[in-house]
């Protein structure tokens, strides 16, 4: 179906090649697993196979590519779009409609199928990606994740023969992802659609997989033996690593399967010692009979229930934020419902939940974008929406789930040196943070040439140069690889142990685990659960880590405190 012979891609101004001397067949009707490090070229790959690549993106294509006998050097993407579906890591930029309904259409019109035809498949892929209640919606106000999957299903209606996806789950929460993914596995086996997919959580997709091909190598075979070679693998792969187990296991079943020996010698070990702890002290009842609230505690864990309580106590660290009975309504929908949250100094707070729960109304809220419209919010004593942006900015930084968003300057080098001016920091001081971060990135390099992990990188070095008391991130780990994922983590906790505090909204539950002292879950815009990470995410099927699923019912989370452990 498709056919690289011996390609190349030079970018200009690039002093190397992002795809060297590529060969490989992809057959029909198999899902292919792109991975690899950030950066060696997987959406460029991607892009010589819709067409993007060369046309759109400019840049020198050597060498041939060809997509069910088209070359794709002669076809420019509007003469594969037939038979190539693309769904970049960007899914805004796609959009050409207003509302979901006629985004799904859109592409079927172009192409002129029959009205009848096209309301079929409209209805159908309504149902199959769970998009049926958001059919009339604008899609301006939708969450990132219900734009992602509009965006996927904008390109399941016209039924091409090959879909190319560049983290198609990355904004989506776990049970979302597994839909989608559902959806492409069916499309592979009863369609013989052929799907090259680019993901970095591994551990959501390796299964689902056929054949995995590893860049920049461009190694192409069975799941199981580039995962064990490949610098990049999901938590279970790294579980088996440690444990030493042969062959490795890419499921959490074939894991739990042979987890009887590893839990033997783990037996007696206390994982919560091995846990991240808050830097700052917080009383164990400062959220304990909140107003508006009446909560039972099942293992440490709060849950909310609709009905009144006595006020709490006072706690006895000063929160760096609270709020109170917290309600937001947008038009005609209450976005948030009577939320009570307080965060201490040297917290880090993982806000979890489906999408469209709430979690991104609740952070833009605490920075003042949104008004509340009943209840009380404080950041650092102060009301967000009333306080002047000049000051509240050395207070709270927010690192938004679009990072263009803070991004505006032409090069790398610009954007760091206005973070140094608008934060008062010594120069050289955001540029040191991206260098952490995000190595090896050159200062001359504009923003939007960055990859979608590459901007977020940057946006939060930005917000960081400020060093504010309260950080804010909105899916931060979107687009990035388990090496940054490192990194930031490393960088977070350095930040908790400093005394900032931290609330991301993620759907990462790896990233939760590795660094949460508490999760809180969104559902409905209430908060439905609070309580310590271990408690929460071990108890909880969608937000389990791989590691407590495979050595359940004891709550390790993470590959490394396994291996510290040990």
């Not at 891609?9 to 029909?28: C, I, K, S």
């Not at 592979?188 to 590893?214: F, K």
């Not at 309504?329 to 419902?337: H, I, N, P, S, T």
């Not at 939060?460 to 990035?480: I, Q």
């Amino acid at each position: 179906m498709i056919h690289f012979e011996n390609v190349s891609v030079r970018y200009e101004g690039d002093a190397e090649p992002t795809l060297r001397n590529v060969d490989l067949t992809v057959p029909e009707g198999e899902l292919v697993l792109l991975v690899g490090p950030s950066g060696v070229g997987k959406s460029t790959l991607l892009g010589a196979v819709s067409g993007l690549v060369p046309h759109f993106t400019g840049g020198t294509l050597t060498g041939r590519v060809t997509v069910d006998g088209r070359d794709t050097r002669t076809h420019p993407p509007r003469e594969l779009a037939d038979l190539v579906g693309t769904v970049g890591q960007d899914p805004s930029a796609h959009f050409v409609t207003d509302t979901v309904e006629d985004e799904l259409a859109y592409g079927m019109e172009s192409l002129g199928l029959a009205p009848g035809v096209m309301r079929r498949r409209v209805e159908e892929t309504l149902d199959l990606l769970g998009l049926a209640e958001l059919r009339d919606r604008p899609i301006a106000t939708l969450s990132g994740g219900q734009r992602q999957r509009v965006a996927i299903g904008s390109v399941l209606t016209p039924h091409p023969k090959v879909l190319v996806l560049d983290e198609p789950t990355s904004a989506l929460d776990p049970s979302a992802a597994e839909d989608v993914l559902a959806v492409l596995q069916r499309l592979v086996h009863d369609l013989g659609t052929t799907v090259l997919l680019a993901e970095h959580r591994l551990e959501r997709v390796v299964q689902y997989a056929d054949q995995v091909l590893l860049l920049p190598e461009a190694v192409m075979g069975p799941p199981a033996e580039i995962m064990a070679v490949s610098p990049v693998h999901p938590p279970v792969v790294a579980l088996g690593r440690v444990a030493g187990w042969d062959p490795l296991p890419l499921t959490v079943r074939d894991a739990r399967r042979r987890a009887g020996e590893l839990k033997a010698r783990l037996e007696g070990r206390d994982p919560a010692g091995l846990l991240p702890r808050p830097a700052a002290p917080r009383s164990r009842d400062s959220r304990d009979g909140a107003p508006g609230f009446g909560k039972g505690r099942r293992g440490g864990i709060t849950l909310f229930k609709r009905r009144r309580a006595r006020p709490a106590p006072a706690p006895a660290t000063a929160p760096l934020l609270l709020t109170e009975g917290l309600a937001v309504r947008r038009a005609r929908v209450e976005a948030l419902r009577r939320v009570d949250l307080r965060v201490a100094p040297g917290e880090t707070i993982a806000l979890m939940g489906r999408n469209g729960a709430g979690k991104s109304t609740l952070l833009s809220t605490l920075v003042g974008m949104i008004e509340p419209t009943s209840g009380t919010v404080r950041v650092a004593g102060r009301a967000p929406h009333t306080t002047d942006p000049r000051d509240l900015i050395r207070q709270v930084g927010l690192v938004p789930q679009e990072p263009r968003d803070l991004l505006y300057a032409d090069t790398v080098a610009a954007e760091c040196a206005a973070a140094d001016a608008d934060a008062g920091a010594a120069p050289g001081t955001c540029r040191a943070l991206v260098e952490e971060l995000l190595p090896g990135v050159a200062d001359d390099t504009h923003p939007r040439d960055l990859s979608e992990g590459q901007r977020l990188a940057l946006a939060l070095a930005v917000v960081l140069t400020g060093r504010p008391p309260l950080l804010l991130l909105d899916e931060p780990t979107r687009g990035l690889d388990y090496a940054a994922k490192a990194r930031l983590v490393a960088r977070l906790r350095t930040l908790a142990v400093e005394g900032h505090a931290i609330v991301l909204a993620t759907h990462d539950v790896e990233l939760a685990a590795e660094l949460a002292h508490r999760v809180v879950i969104v559902a409905d815009g209430e908060v439905v659960a609070d309580g310590p990470t271990a408690e929460v995410v071990v108890s909880s099927p969608a937000f389990s880590p791989q590691v407590a699923k495979i050595l359940a019912p004891r709550p390790w989370l993470t590959v490394e405190q396994v291996e510290a452990a040990l």
